[in-house]
T-cell receptor
Framework: NAGVMQNPRHLVRRRGQEARLRCSPM?????VYWYRQLPEEGLKFMVY????????ESGMPKERFSAEFPKEGPSILRIQQVVRGDSAAYFC????????????FGNGTRLTVT | GQSLEQPSEVTAVEGAIVQINCTYQ??????LSWYQQHDGGAPTFLSY??LDGLEETGRFSSFLSRSDSYGYLLLQELQMKDSASYFC????????????WGAGTKLIIKP
């Protein structure tokens, strides 16, 4: 039973390019969350999606960032025109429901913007 | 507003017991969770308390007092592999049941 799969593990982009991060939730999980983490800091919530719907995007910058979770395929976090400040670890998590179930995290994507 | 407070760093000796405290302020408390994260790794779920009292899972226990808006994670028989960051997180009914995260406690274990 595969866990949450994120790819790529490491991503290097030049300023101005687009970064596309993928996340396949655990089997049977329809709730997906994206978090951002800087070194030595906690997790910052970005967006919560439930199959084809964005439930809460209050933590995601309104410009350059977007997320989707299509009916088929992985959830995608897209960062357009990346800047150095976007360099961070981006974690995806999934859960079975939105109330009590624990979050299962992927191994993250380390984005470096040069 | 919503906030969680936990110590930034705790140091303990191998074989000892350590307690990591977490106080929270939320408008719609629904449960307190604890996660462990090793350097460079993914957070992993440790425990969840929805009701007052102690939940025990092996060497780890978690406690909740809703009247005090307080909880703690207790780690016994510390091992070097327990060196990690520990995050408390509160699920909030008024925020789409989102997890509100603390900043994390770095646990340093000395031989």
């Amino acid at each position: 039973n595969a866990g949450v799969m994120q790819n790529p593990r490491h991503l290097v982009r030049r300023r101005g390019q687009e970064a596309r991060l993928r996340c396949s939730p655990m089997k049977g999980h329809s709730h997906v969350y994206w978090y951002r983490q800087l070194p030595e800091e906690g997790l910052k919530f970005m967006v919560y999606l439930q199959k084809e719907n964005i439930i809460d995007e209050s933590g995601m910058p309104k410009e350059r960032f977007s997320a989707e979770f299509p009916k088929e395929g992985p959830s995608i976090l897209r960062i357009q025109q990346v800047v150095r400040g976007d360099s961070a670890a981006y974690f995806c998590a999934s859960s079975q429901d939105r109330f009590n179930s624990p979050l299962h995290f992927g191994n993250g994507t380390r984005l470096t913007v040069t | 507003g919503q906030s969680l407070e936990q110590p930034s760093e705790v140091t303990a000796v191998e074989g000892a017991i350590v307690q990591i405290n977490c106080t929270y302020q939320t408008s719609g408390f629904y449960g307190l969770s604890w996660y462990q994260q090793h350097d460079g790794g993914a957070p992993t779920f440790l425990s969840y308390n929805a009701l007052d009292g102690l939940e025990e899972t092996g060497r780890f226990s978690s406690f909740l007092s809703r009247s005090d808006s307080y909880g703690y994670l207790l780690l016994q028989e510390l091992q070097m592999k327990d060196s990690a960051s520990y995050f408390c997180a509160v699920r909030d009914q008024t925020s789409n049941y989102q997890l509100i995260w603390g900043a994390g406690t770095k646990l340093i274990i000395k031989p």
